[in-house]
């Protein structure tokens, strides 16, 4: 006897054949973004081991020599490709400005969410989410312009250099700092201010004691997610730095980090040569460090879960 | 739902000779915005009894018991108007200071809300905070508010554990431990049992009767079986109004009012 239940199980329909549609656009877009991460990995790491394959380059001497001329060679013959100025420059500009950033950012998301959060929801939000929006070279134009100068004048040297850098990506980071750090302390279930406040604690107790505290793990993401955004910011960092590959002495004296000897340099060389595949052997470190920050970030929101 | 009227409502005085009183409240009204959520509630709270605040959802009984000791400030919009009298002083006042205040009046809220800590911290968070220090003062402290709540023999080998380890109703324990490490006056709880399944219910409940020597405990809760087994006095709360206030028996055998009866005997709620 014919069925129409039964034959309709069995046959595809219209809403299982747009399903397998779905899946298989979004799939091929997945695989699409994972096949191009992987290809500039790819690219990055085969020009920039060149460097220490080809070009016979002592990968400790890379990371531990100052002198930065991969043009030419020393008198082994291989070029002369010694990162550690920028290295320092990069993690220079990025700790101190970190370490600047860090505590303005707290005290901002706090006041946002502990003390007023309505003034904070009203002004401090569409302030934070402008300061986000602003272009770099607008930064580093207000940076060359008037902290330069301010550093000339209040420290000597010639106002260009590692604290001059400092105080541009402080600017830059608080915003995303500040931003992500307010999502921490929202967080933090309403009770547990509750309990705090029950026990005769103070508004002062509270947030020390227990919301700060419960919001450690976010907090420390933001930090780190400030940081990975100052280790990469290039423009800004490049117009105040000074771009001098040396060893800095000071804070304020002229330096440079990686990426403002990339995007110095990138145009200047021929592909292929020793001192390109030295750049792209910075660009691979950037890439590199980036993937350390990403995995921090991946390790404290694993361990805050629990 | 029938309507009930307002005006018609039976409070038990009781008498400052014969009753020690330990809190009362004078015309408390409640304001969320424009709206009313507590017309004007005068209640007397006995010392070291129990009382019991019932009422269908909505009728204002925790709104109340958290203006008792404040809780209700941190809540943007909120006004609330009247008297809370403790120890002749009326705490609704400017001039109080809000967190000695809540140092005397403890409250241990619905959902078990232990900090991310260990047990021991936990319970010495707001001692710590008032200048208790010492190794053995505290450890003293723990143990016997521990005991108290009746927390201790369950987790004395693991006092460094996380609170958040425990069982829903060991956590319920330990925020009553938590409270009473203050050494307060008064114990405010707001449905503490409601998240518990029974056995767990039914030792919370032990925990209160024990503490009731020490402690005047006012008490929300939704289970009318629990306030009639706990409770010295109850009070009826309806939309915002106590339509009756007497002792515990009273309310549950002869009730005075019609919406006392029809509630207690399961006709609305």
Same mark, same amino acid.
């Given at each position: 006897?014919?069925?129409?239940?039964?034959?309709?199980?069995?046959?595809?329909?219209?809403?299982?054949?747009?399903?397998?549609?779905?899946?298989?656009?979004?799939?091929?877009?997945?695989?699409?973004?994972?096949?191009?991460?992987?290809?500039?990995?790819?690219?990055?790491?085969?020009?920039?081991?060149?460097?220490?394959?080809?070009?016979?380059?002592?990968?400790?001497?890379?990371?531990?020599?100052?002198?930065?001329?991969?043009?030419?060679?020393?008198?082994?013959?291989?070029?002369?490709?010694?990162?550690?100025?920028?290295?320092?420059?990069?993690?220079?500009?990025?700790?101190?400005?970190?370490?600047?950033?860090?505590?303005?950012?707290?005290?901002?998301?706090?006041?946002?969410?502990?003390?007023?959060?309505?003034?904070?929801?009203?002004?401090?939000?569409?302030?934070?989410?402008?300061?986000?929006?602003?272009?770099?070279?607008?930064?580093?134009?207000?940076?060359?312009?008037?902290?330069?100068?301010?550093?000339?004048?209040?420290?000597?040297?010639?106002?260009?250099?590692?604290?001059?850098?400092?105080?541009?990506?402080?600017?830059?980071?608080?915003?995303?700092?500040?931003?992500?750090?307010?999502?921490?302390?929202?967080?933090?279930?309403?009770?547990?201010?509750?309990?705090?406040?029950?026990?005769?604690?103070?508004?002062?107790?509270?947030?020390?004691?227990?919301?700060?505290?419960?919001?450690?793990?976010?907090?420390?993401?933001?930090?780190?997610?400030?940081?990975?955004?100052?280790?990469?910011?290039?423009?800004?960092?490049?117009?105040?730095?000074?771009?001098?590959?040396?060893?800095?002495?000071?804070?304020?004296?002229?330096?440079?980090?990686?990426?403002?000897?990339?995007?110095?340099?990138?145009?200047?060389?021929?592909?292929?040569?020793?001192?390109?595949?030295?750049?792209?052997?910075?660009?691979?470190?950037?890439?590199?460090?980036?993937?350390?920050?990403?995995?921090?970030?991946?390790?404290?929101?694993?361990?805050?879960?629990? | 739902? #029938?309507?009930?009227?307002?005006?018609?409502?039976?409070?038990?005085?009781?008498?400052?000779?014969?009753?020690?009183?330990?809190?009362?409240?004078?015309?408390?009204?409640?304001?969320? /915005?424009?709206?009313?959520?507590?017309?004007?509630?005068?209640?007397?709270?006995?010392?070291?009894?129990?009382?019991?605040?019932?009422?269908?959802?909505?009728?204002?009984?925790?709104?109340?018991?958290?203006?008792?000791?404040?809780?209700?400030?941190?809540?943007?919009?909120?006004?609330?108007?009247?008297?809370?009298?403790?120890?002749?002083?009326?705490?609704?006042?400017?001039?109080?200071?809000?967190?000695?205040?809540?140092?005397?009046?403890?409250?241990?809220? #619905?959902?078990?809300?232990?900090?991310?800590?260990?047990?021991?911290?936990?319970?010495?968070?707001?001692?710590?905070?008032?200048?208790?220090?010492?190794?053995?003062?505290?450890?003293?402290?723990?143990?016997?508010?521990?005991?108290?709540?009746?927390?201790?023999?369950?987790?004395?080998? /693991?006092?460094?554990?996380?609170?958040?380890?425990?069982?829903?109703?060991?956590? #319920?324990?330990?925020?009553?431990?938590?409270?009473?490490?203050?050494?307060?006056?008064?114990?405010?709880?707001?449905?503490?049992?409601?998240?518990?399944?029974?056995?767990?219910?039914?030792?919370?409940?032990?925990?209160?009767?024990?503490?009731?020597?020490?402690?005047?405990?006012?008490?929300?809760?939704?289970?009318?079986?629990?306030?009639?087994?706990?409770?010295?006095?109850?009070?009826?709360?309806?939309? /915002?109004?106590?339509?009756?206030?007497?002792?515990?028996?009273?309310?549950?055998?002869?009730?005075?009012?019609?919406?006392?009866?029809?509630?207690?005997?399961?006709?609305? /709620?």
């Amino acid at each position: 006897m014919h069925d129409d239940i039964k034959d309709s199980l069995l046959k595809k329909s219209r809403a299982t054949r747009s399903e397998q549609r779905g899946r298989i656009i979004s799939l091929t877009c997945t695989a699409i973004i994972v096949l191009i991460v992987v290809s500039i990995f790819y690219f990055v790491a085969s020009k920039g081991l060149a460097t220490f394959f080809s070009n016979k380059v002592n990968v400790w001497d890379f990371l531990s020599k100052s002198i930065w001329n991969p043009g030419s060679t020393d008198s082994h013959g291989s070029p002369q490709a010694g990162a550690l100025p920028m290295i320092i420059g990069s993690f220079g500009v990025t700790l101190l400005s970190a370490i600047i950033a860090t505590p303005f950012a707290i005290a901002t998301a706090i006041f946002m969410t502990e003390i007023s959060p309505n003034k904070g929801y009203k002004i401090l939000q569409p302030v934070t989410e402008l300061l986000v929006g602003i272009p770099s070279v607008v930064y580093g134009f207000i940076g060359l312009s008037v902290v330069v100068p301010f550093v000339r004048h209040t420290f000597g040297g010639t106002g260009f250099g590692i604290l001059a850098g400092t105080f541009v990506l402080f600017v830059m980071i608080l915003p995303t700092v500040t931003s992500m750090s307010v999502d921490a302390l929202r967080a933090v279930p309403r009770y547990y201010r509750e309990a705090s406040l029950a026990l005769g604690a103070t508004r002062w107790q509270t947030i020390y004691k227990v919301v700060l505290r419960s919001a450690t793990p976010g907090l420390a993401t933001a930090v780190i997610f400030g940081m990975s955004r100052a280790f990469g910011e290039a423009l800004a960092v490049q117009m105040v730095i000074g771009n001098a590959v040396l060893l800095p002495h000071n804070l304020i004296s002229p330096a440079s980090t990686l990426t403002s000897v990339l995007t110095m340099g990138m145009g200047n060389t021929v592909m292929g040569s020793a001192a390109n595949n030295a750049l792209w052997s910075l660009a691979l470190l950037l890439l590199l460090m980036s993937l350390v920050f990403n995995l921090l970030i991946n390790k404290i929101a694993k361990r805050g879960r629990i | 739902m #029938q309507n009930y009227s307002a005006d018609d409502k039976f409070i038990r005085e009781l008498d400052p000779k014969d009753h020690e009183i330990s809190i009362s409240t004078e015309d408390l009204h409640v304001f969320y /915005g424009d709206s009313e959520a507590i017309h004007g509630v005068s209640l007397p709270f006995e010392r070291f009894k129990i009382t019991a605040l019932i009422g269908a959802s909505g009728s204002g009984k925790s709104t109340y018991l958290r203006s008792l000791n404040r809780m209700n400030d941190n809540i943007d919009g909120t006004r609330v108007t009247g008297k809370i009298m403790y120890r002749d002083l009326d705490i609704n006042s400017q001039n109080i200071n809000v967190y000695e205040m809540r140092k005397h009046i403890g409250m241990v809220f #619905q959902r078990p809300n232990p900090f991310s800590k260990s047990i021991y911290d936990n319970i010495t968070f707001a001692p710590k905070r008032n200048g208790v220090h010492g190794k053995e003062t505290l450890d003293e402290l723990v143990e016997t508010t521990l005991k108290q709540a009746a927390l201790w023999d369950q987790v004395k080998d /693991g006092l460094g554990q996380s609170a958040l380890s425990l069982s829903g109703g060991q956590q #319920q324990r330990l925020c009553i431990a938590r409270a009473i490490a203050m050494k307060p006056d008064i114990l405010l709880l707001d449905e503490p049992a409601s998240a518990l399944d029974p056995i767990s219910t039914s030792t919370v409940e032990d925990t209160l009767l024990a503490l009731k020597d020490r402690y005047t405990i006012i008490i929300v809760t939704h289970n009318m079986q629990q306030a009639a087994r706990i409770s010295d006095y109850t009070a009826f709360f309806h939309l /915002g109004n106590v339509l009756e206030f007497d002792e515990t028996s009273n309310v549950f055998q002869r009730p005075k009012i019609t919406a006392t009866e029809d509630y207690v005997s399961g006709r609305f /709620g």
